[in-house]
């Protein structure tokens, strides 16, 4: 203890600094398991990964709308893949910029003969908001649902489609966002709250000590 000085802990600044104590270190364990859920999910699409050999569907093709890439507008192609057993599984083979008008589509350029495609599995295409009107058919949509579009087509779908990660001569993007990303973030955030609850109880501490008021 300082020379001069005694410790005289008041209730009300004790009683916010173990709140704000508290506080931090609810909000440092809440950061820290999001971290744990995005490594946990960055391992699990690791045991997904797959390997296929097939013909891919260009009449087939349909175009996701609304795809933001660098602050471009796009579309994320989904086509099937037919393997040698006559079943299809449905590929988002990657992302490609839109035209000057939303007129003309893109074209896409798409392999002949038989191709060997690796990517993550993945059991649901994402969902976007589906704007009124909006195609729910066609080559350009919002959404797509694999049973329905399994029906459409009369393709033998797989229950699942790959988001493709090899590489092939086509132009298109796919540089797919990495499950763990933000992991760095939450990990950061959990240190300054953790921080913020220790400095709440050391500002407490040192605010309890009093210079001892010498007798006149």
């Known amino acids: 203890m300082p020379a001069g000085y005694s410790f005289r802990p008041r209730l009300l600044p004790w009683a916010i600094a173990l709140l704000a104590c508290a506080a931090g270190i609810a909000l440092g364990q809440w950061q820290t398991r999001r971290a744990e859920e995005k490594r946990a999910a960055a391992k699990q699409l690791e045991d997904k990964k797959v390997e296929l050999n097939g ?6 093709t349909v175009l996701l709308d609304n795809k933001i890439r660098d602050g471009r507008a796009g579309y994320e192609v989904l086509m099937p893949l037919k393997l040698a057993d006559g079943r299809c599984v449905l590929v988002n083979r990657g992302w490609i910029a839109a035209g000057p008008t939303r007129d003309a589509l893109p074209q896409v350029r798409t392999p002949a003969g038989e191709v060997r495609i690796e990517g993550i599995a993945r059991e649901h295409l994402p969902r976007a908001l589906q704007l009124a009107g909006a195609p729910q058919t066609g080559k350009l949509r919002q959404n797509l649902e694999l049973q329905a579009f399994a029906a ?5 779908l797989a229950p699942f489609f790959v988001e493709q990660r090899s590489a092939l001569d086509d132009g298109l993007v796919r540089d797919w966002p990495r499950p763990d990303s933000g992991v760095e973030k939450h990990e950061a ?6 921080s913020l609850a220790a400095l709440a109880v050391v500002l407490a501490a040192v605010l309890s000590f009093r210079k001892i008021e010498k007798p006149a």
């Open 55 to 60: 013909m891919l569907l260009p009449q087939h």
């Open 189 to 194: 955030y959990a240190l300054q709250w953790y």
């Open 152 to 156: 459409e087509t009369g393709l033998a």
